[in-house]
T-cell receptor
Framework: NAGVTQTPKFQVLKTGQSMTLQCAQD?????MSWYRQDPGMGLRLIHY???????DQGEVPNGYNVSRSTTEDFPLRLLSAAPSQTSVYFC??????????????FGNGTRLTVT | KQEVTQIPAALSVPEGENLVLNCSFT??????LQWFRQDPGKGLTSLLL?????REQTSGRLNASLDKSSGRSTLYIAASQPGDSATYLC??????????FGTGTRLTVIP
């Protein structure tokens, strides 16, 4: 079982460059989300989606775009990378069938460094 | 804004000891509280989810309790093993499809 797959595992960007972090899940989950994890801080929600064609902002959305054209994929786009976006990024999904009380399934993360 | 605190930040115990990890949150209007485990360089693995109407959940050697009115949860690990060494995170889910995470407790179980 693949679960939630994130690519790449590591990425180094220069300030101003753009890139897309990929996230795919094979569990037919309705809900998908992106978090960033920074030292000394809890994970913070960037964007989330409750189904194909539906996205919404989380706590820290500035500088990031998302789209959800299929149930399986939820890419995160950095429009113009900044050093403040150096972080570990996690994608997570959940079935959400019957409501909110379904545990999240996480990918293994993408470690991004912006120089 | 919801704030989640986990104390202690790090804990080291000898193998076989029972231990308790603590989590507190500031706003009791939550849908659920979840406990996760994170191994170095890995993603988070869900351990237990307690719905807001529940008081506790159990899975194997793990037992999590929730006192919503006081804004507290505990994760009890019985008979700890070296394989339990990891960072444990708690998170509360609010009405905005958002989970608010604590910064975690790094547990080391010494053989």
């Amino acid at each position: 079982n693949a679960g939630v797959t994130q690519t790449p595992k590591f990425q180094v960007l220069k300030t101003g460059q753009s890139m897309t972090l990929q996230c795919a899940q094979d569990m037919n989950h309705e809900y998908m989300s992106w978090y960033r994890q920074d030292p000394g801080m809890g994970l913070r929600l960037i964007h989330y989606s409750v189904g194909a064609g539906i996205t919404d902002q989380g706590e820290v959305p500035n500088g990031y775009n998302v789209s959800r054209s299929t149930t399986e994929d939820f890419p995160l786009r950095l429009l113009s990378a900044a050093p403040s976006q150096t972080s570990v990024y996690f994608c997570a999904s959940s079935p959400r069938t019957g409501g909110r009380n379904s545990p999240l399934h996480f990918g293994n993360g993408t470690r991004l460094t912006v120089t | 804004k919801q704030e989640v605190t986990q104390i202690p930040a790090a804990l080291s115990v000898p193998e076989g000891e029972n231990l308790v990890l603590n989590c507190s949150f500031t706003d009791s209007a939550i849908y659920n509280l979840q406990w996760f485990r994170q191994d170095p360089g890995k993603g988070l693995t869900s351990l237990l989810l307690i719905q807001s109407s529940q008081r506790e959940q159990t899975s194997g050697r793990l037992n999590a309790s929730l006192d919503k009115s006081s804004g507290r949860s505990t994760l009890y690990i019985a008979a700890s093993q070296p394989g339990d060494s990891a960072t444990y995170l708690c998170a509360v889910e609010t009405g905005a499809n958002n989970l608010f995470f604590g910064t975690g407790t790094r547990l080391t179980v010494i053989p």
